[in-house]
């Protein structure tokens, strides 16, 4: 399975960005899959979760983002993508998908966003 994100970058404080995440290979894992979503990384700081999503739609986010960040995803496609609007300072991290399977966690390899106050 490889995880292949786009859409980071460097926006004002109160800006958008979409980021989307497309999976490859998971023909062979496809019943297992539990989940994908978003975490991100502040220097200094742990991996969060952002936002998640399940096979059937359901979806969590972190508090920090309610009401501000929507994800949502194309099974089809196997793409996962995150809306992000009035975005803060505090949102800058490198963000990395993820797909979580009841076996193992696969891993993207981290899209920078940056936002300027």
């Known amino acids: 399975v490889q995880l292949q994100a786009f859409g980071g970058g460097l926006v004002q404080s109160g800006g958008s960005l979409r980021l989307s995440c497309a999976a490859s290979?998971?023909?062979?894992?496809?019943?297992?899959?539990?989940?994908m979503g978003w975490y991100r990384q502040a220097p200094g700081n742990k991996r969060e979760l952002v936002a998640s999503?399940?096979?059937?739609?359901?979806?969590n986010y972190a508090d920090s983002v309610k009401g501000r960040f929507t994800i949502s995803r194309d099974n089809a496609k196997n793409t996962v993508y995150l809306q992000m609007n009035s975005l803060k300072p505090e949102d800058t991290a490198v963000y990395y998908c993820?797909?979580?399977?009841?076996?193992?966690?696969?891993w993207g390899q981290g899209t920078q966003v940056t936002v300027s106050s």
């Open positions: 999503i399940t096979t059937g739609g359901s979806t």
């Open positions: 290979g998971v023909s062979g894992t496809i019943f297992s899959i539990k989940s």
């Open positions: 993820n797909l979580a399977t009841w076996i193992t966690d696969y």
